[in-house]
């Protein structure tokens, strides 16, 4: 699996992010739309009417979206490129492939990250196995795709990105005398939301799930913090340095705010919007 393959390429996809998903206008999304009814701004050509004026518009949601090359693999290889809109009977199966197949992609995506983290040569084995075995899914029927089991399937690959990064994070030397312990949780994650974590060691720390929401990042070391799951909206990441941190996507820093100074990881890129606030 090429890293380049778990990136969104539009112009093979059949806008199934904008037709497949339930959306709401709370979330920074056009209106309120339910799964499978098309965007509003979906032309007929699939191509997004309002695109260019995303950021103008507070279309966060849309701007945050990452489905990780999942779009173009079910259009192109499980639909053999033939459209929702050409063939409308297909489409409610369509979108499902989509949803489940983007669940795919990224545990594909955590795995390609773990395998590259990994220097102990039998956990490199194991996590290629695995990525070996799901990128096989992907090239399933799509009959055969909506019958997969994806709580079991992310049992397995949960196991392999854990133990990769602890073993990450220890090595990271964490500060725990300037942890976070005594911060409450919320839903299973940790409760970050608007804090101010400037003069917080996070070097190494456990942020998985945590809720980062509007928290302040400005400056700091997040190198080998494992921000897997982590809700990142409106994060301000104005100079920090993510370049090695754990886990993280590309939807998660098109959420936050940063700036030139912002240090990712070679794989993500900075956000076109950014740089046009400088």
Known sequence: MNSYDLKPD?????????AALYFSAAEGFPQDKVAGKPCINLKE????????????????????????????????VAYDGHSW?????????????????????EMLWYLTEAF??????????????????IEKLTHLSAEAIIKLDLVTIRVGVNSLLFKTSELMRKKAAYNQKNSLKGKKTIAGGLNL??????????????????????????????????LIGADMRDADISGANLSRSIYLTQAQVN????????????????????LKHL
Request: proline share 2%; charged share 30%; hydrophobic share 35%.
């Open 10 to 18: 539009c112009e093979k996809c059949f806008g199934l992010c904008c």
């Open 45 to 76: 050509d699939f191509r997004c009417k309002v695109h260019e004026s995303l950021n103008k518009k507070g279309l966060k949601g849309c701007i945050s979206y990452e489905c990780l090359g999942a779009g173009q693999k079910v259009s192109q």
């Open 85 to 105: 809109r050409e063939k409308p009977e297909t489409s409610n199966e369509m979108f499902e492939v989509f949803i489940i197949m983007r669940q795919l992609h």
């Open 116 to 133: 590259l983290l990994q220097a102990d040569n039998n956990m490199k084995d194991q996590i290629n196995y695995k990525i070996e075995e």
């Open 193 to 226: 939301m608007g804090a101010d974590l400037r003069r917080k060691n996070l070097r190494g720390a456990d942020l998985s799930g945590a809720y980062l929401i509007a928290a302040n990042l400005k400056g700091v070391d997040l190198s080998f913090a494992d």
């Open 255 to 274: 959420a936050a705010k940063g700036d030139s100074d912002t240090k990712l990881p070679k794989l993500l890129v900075k956000p076109t919007y950014w």
